[in-house]
C-alpha cells in the first residue's frame, strides 16, 4: 500500500470514529486556538450537536482560563479581582492573613506584586 493511501485511509478512518461519536468534547488548554468548536485539537463532535452559538464568542476558549482578565473585575464575596486567579490565591489567605488577602484585590496598590506570586 502507498504511503499517500495510507494516510487517507487514516483520515477517513478518523473522520468516520468523530461522525460516530456520542458525546461531544471540546478541549481547552493555555495554548488553545481560536477555532469553531469541534475543529480544535483532540476534539470531537457527538452527531447533531452544535455549538452555534459558543462559536459566536470570540476567544471562548481563553474566557475559561483562570487568568482570563474580564472586561469588568470580578467579585467574589464583597471582593473585587482582576482575575479568578486572584481570587483563589487571595481565599487562601482570608481567614489567617487578611491584610496579605488584600493585596490581590482590585485597587491594592501591590497589585502588580501580588500577581507575582501567582505566576
Not at 46 to 54: H, I, M, Q, R
Not at 78 to 98: D, I, L, Q, Y
Amino acid at each position: 500500500m502507498s504511503k499517500r493511501k495510507s494516510m487517507a485511509s487514516a483520515v477517513e478512518e478518523t473522520k468516520e470514529k468523530k461522525a460516530k461519536t456520542e458525546v461531544s468534547t471540546l478541549m481547552f488548554y493555555s495554548e488553545s486556538k481560536d477555532v469553531k468548536a469541534g475543529c480544535g485539537a483532540k476534539e470531537t463532535l457527538a452527531v447533531g450537536d452544535s455549538f452555534v452559538e459558543l462559536d459566536k464568542i470570540k476567544g471562548w476558549r481563553k474566557v475559561l482560563s483562570a487568568f482570563y482578565a474580564a472586561e469588568k473585575p470580578i467579585e467574589l464575596n464583597g471582593r473585587r479581582f482582576v482575575t479568578m486567579e486572584h481570587a483563589h490565591h487571595a481565599s487562601k489567605f482570608w481567614k489567617t492573613a487578611p491584610e496579605f488577602a488584600k493585596l490581590f484585590e482590585v485597587g491594592s496598590a501591590a497589585l502588580p506584586h501580588a500577581f507575582l506570586f501567582i505566576l
